[in-house]
């Protein structure tokens, strides 16, 4: 899959990518937002296994933002199951050196239009740490809405802190009952 947003796009995995997403993806700055299941160090092992991972799901769901020469972050959802089934939770990080490049706020709106014109969902999630300002802004910019904010709820980097819960919604075609 390949979807150009601007100079950058929204691509599939490949294995050319290691190198790029261990420079980029070994940052403490970018680990601090992210869940633990992001990795720090993360190391060409860690960075293998990942796109391993991404190139064999079915549907594909995570996806390498890059520029023309190498990735340079990434994107995906998690799709829930179970009473969930129509939901998923968007994650995504950016290379520091393209910080406030207004890159994610494209990148987020464009993939969630993707998964909502081809995944069989109608709610899409994000959860954001309180101190993390500018994914709060991206998820707005790209029409997101707050829906909460739980206090206390997570751990990271051995402080307990609040996550705020984002969320845009697309019943297109959908209407209220859904027969799964």
């Known amino acids: ?106 990148a987020v709106k464009t993939i969630s239009e993707h998964f909502f014109n081809n995944l069989n969902i109608c709610r899409i999630a994000a959860f954001v740490f309180e101190w993390n300002k500018a994914s709060i802004r991206v998820l707005e910019k790209a029409g997101f809405t707050q829906e909460g904010h739980l206090r206390k709820s997570v751990i990271k980097d051995n402080q307990i802190i609040d996550m705020f819960v984002f969320a845009k919604i697309n019943m297109r075609g959908m209407g209220s009952q859904v027969s799964v």
């Not at 700055?29 to 079915?58: C, G, H, M, V």
């Not at 089934?85 to 520091?96: K, N, Q, T, V």
């Open 1 to 106: 899959m390949k979807i150009n947003i601007g100079e950058w796009q929204i691509r599939s995995y490949s294995v050319n990518d290691i190198p790029a997403l261990v420079r980029y993806g070994n940052n403490r700055n970018i680990w601090i937002n992210l869940t633990d299941r992001f990795p720090f160090p993360y190391t060409e092992a860690k960075a293998s296994d990942w796109i391993n991972f991404a190139k064999n799901q079915n549907p594909e769901t995570n996806f390498a933002i890059s520029n023309e020469n190498e990735l340079i972050g990434g994107i995906g959802i998690e799709l829930k199951n179970d009473v969930y089934r129509m939901s998923g939770d968007l994650g995504f990080w950016l290379g520091e050196p393209f910080w406030g490049k207004g890159i994610m706020p494209m």
